[in-house]
């Protein structure tokens, strides 16, 4: 099993195999980050939270993974639970949703996988396969 929190910019894994990278996001943090090789599957699952009190909304994590030649070599987008993060008045803390993303791949050694918060300003928008994602790098430095 890979842990990485996302705390900085790049978190690279206990083994050293990749990076971990959150993409910040005024309205949620996505935390709690672990990624578990099983056989030919790459298992990430993680949490998300609102960063703000007044924020209480729907959304997906946007997924890509870019090998260390800089190629997007898999993008995906998946829907947390509960589905609305939760806004609960005078609360110190709420729940985080949680989400999980199952990968028939496992990247090269140092390869990137770069996770974002994307929000929905409305429950009833189009799927999640007909927007941009937003963990797919725009002007990436991969260092060529």
Do not use: W
């Amino acid at each position: 099993m890979f842990v990485g929190g996302c705390a900085s910019p790049y978190a690279l894994d206990h083994k050293g195999n990749f990076y971990i990278e959150c993409i910040p996001s005024s309205r949620a943090y996505i935390g709690d980050v672990t990624v578990d090789q099983r056989g030919e599957k790459l298992v990430i699952k993680g949490s998300v939270r609102r960063r703000i009190a007044a924020f209480s909304g729907t959304g997906h994590v946007d997924l890509a993974v870019v090998s260390p030649s800089g190629q997007v070599i898999s993008q995906t987008s998946v829907p947390f639970e509960p589905k609305v993060l939760s806004k609960t008045p005078g609360a110190r803390t709420h729940r985080p949703s949680r989400f999980e993303i199952g990968l028939s791949l496992i990247p090269p050694k140092g390869s990137l996988i770069r996770l974002a918060f994307h929000g929905k300003p409305d429950p009833d928008d189009a799927m999640l396969d007909e927007h941009e994602n937003l963990a797919v790098p725009d002007n990436f430095d991969y260092g060529a």
